[in-house]
């Protein structure tokens, strides 16, 4: 089992920037990828970023240039800097993790609201 905790989110101005982070504990030592995904109302959860156990990243079109994940395995944290930020980037972040041959973990979700 892996337990995740996130932080950080909350309400900023079109234009400004928010850091997440996402603490695991359990049976980190398994963890392979780490990312970050979002639901604004009414959609469906999409990824935002990823990142391997190597230090390889994917990123949604949309959150390019603005967004950057980043990952300290000492920690079992995972970071999203979120720069820039635009009104459409409102939503719930999740953190997920994936071990390798198990179910993904998720977080329980952190609100981003983006005024204009």
């Known amino acids: 089992q892996v337990q995740l905790v996130e932080s950080g989110g909350g309400l900023v101005q079109d234009g400004g920037s928010l850091r997440l982070s996402c603490a695991a504990s359990?049976?980190?030592?398994?963890?392979?990828?780490m990312g970050w995904y979002r639901q604004a109302p009414g959609k469906q959860r999409d990824l935002v970023a990823g990142i391997t156990s190597g230090g390889r990243t994917n990123y949604a079109d949309s959150v390019k240039g603005r967004f950057t994940i980043s990952r300290d395995n000492a920690k079992n944290t995972v970071y999203l800097q979120m720069n820039s930020l635009k009104t459409e980037d409102t939503a719930v972040y999740y953190c997920?993790?994936?071990?390798?041959?198990?179910?993904?973990?998720w977080g329980q979700g952190t609100q981003v609201t983006v005024s204009s």
């Open positions: 997920v993790v994936g071990i390798p041959g198990s179910k993904p973990y």
């Open positions: 359990g049976r980190t030592f398994s963890i392979n990828t």
